[in-house]
């Protein structure tokens, strides 16, 4: 199974491989959700990560609060991402929203095409769409060629065994056109348990590995 762990900058990230974690979702501020950390914090985990064959994936997010970005916060990521890339980061994350809760498609597009050779994983801004909209929605990341969505399966402030019914659904419906990685609220303790309930074989967390 594969256990993401979502680490914030570089701190907890060599306990982290050793205690198992075999992929590894990269953060600042994680306060605020997850923000794109620095160039320097990219570059040595990527040195760190690389030599234990553990693949990064780098958040790309210019700021916490909404997933609603303007044409700035845009170049600020198309930006970050490309520096990511070229660092050699193996894999981005990312999201991002319309005012009406839907899809930024443009947006999305835009760092889709810039994403080419990288995995690529839709945050838990998929969170905020409605549930017929998700269903929609995994269709056409599907045609775009995303590898993952990141989701809780519901409100963030709801226990994830609450969830279980939806992202088994959502689980069901993707059948293996594209990973659904639930997380939030997922630890070392319950990660199997809720693998094998949704019979899947990704899991995320800040929880995921004890150490």
Same mark, same amino acid.
């Given at each position: 199974?594969?256990?993401?762990?979502?680490?914030?900058? @570089?701190?907890?990230i060599p306990k982290a491989i050793q205690a198992g974690a075999n992929r590894i979702e990269l953060c600042d501020n994680?306060?605020?959700?997850g923000t794109t950390p620095s160039m320097g914090v990219i570059e040595e985990v990527l040195a760190y990560a690389?030599?234990?064959?553990?693949?990064?994936?780098?958040?790309?997010?210019p700021r916490g609060g909404n997933f609603? @970005?303007?044409?700035? $916060?845009?170049?600020?990521?198309?930006?970050?991402?490309?520096?990511?890339?070229?660092?050699?980061?193996?894999?981005?994350?990312?999201?991002?929203l319309t005012e009406d809760h839907e899809v930024d498609e443009e947006a999305l597009e835009m760092l889709i095409g810039n994403s080419e050779?990288?995995?690529?994983?839709?945050?838990?801004?998929?969170?905020?769409?409605?549930?017929?909209?998700?269903f929609k929605?995994?269709?056409?990341?599907?045609?775009?060629?995303?590898?993952?969505?990141?989701?809780h399966g519901g409100p963030l402030n709801t226990p994830i065994e609450?969830? %279980?019914?939806? %992202?088994?659904?959502?689980?069901?419906y993707a059948a293996g056109r594209i990973i659904i990685l639930p997380g939030g609220g997922i630890n070392a303790e319950n990660a199997e348990k809720i693998a094998?309930?949704?019979?899947?074989? $990704?899991?995320?967390?800040?929880?995921?590995?004890?150490?």
């Open positions: 199974m594969i256990k993401e762990f979502c680490a914030e900058n @570089y701190t907890d994680l306060a605020a959700g690389g030599e234990k064959h553990v693949p990064i994936m780098t958040m790309i997010r609603v @970005y303007n044409d700035i $916060e845009l170049k600020i990521m198309e930006n970050d991402l490309i520096h990511a890339k070229n660092a050699g980061t193996d894999g981005v994350v990312f999201g991002c050779g990288l995995m690529t994983t839709f945050h838990m801004a998929f969170d905020e769409l409605s549930k017929a909209e998700q929605t995994i269709d056409w990341f599907v045609k775009l060629g995303i590898d993952r969505i990141l989701t609450e969830n %279980l019914p939806h %992202l088994k659904e959502l689980v069901d094998t309930e949704l019979g899947i074989n $990704e899991v995320h967390g800040t929880k995921i590995v004890t150490f």
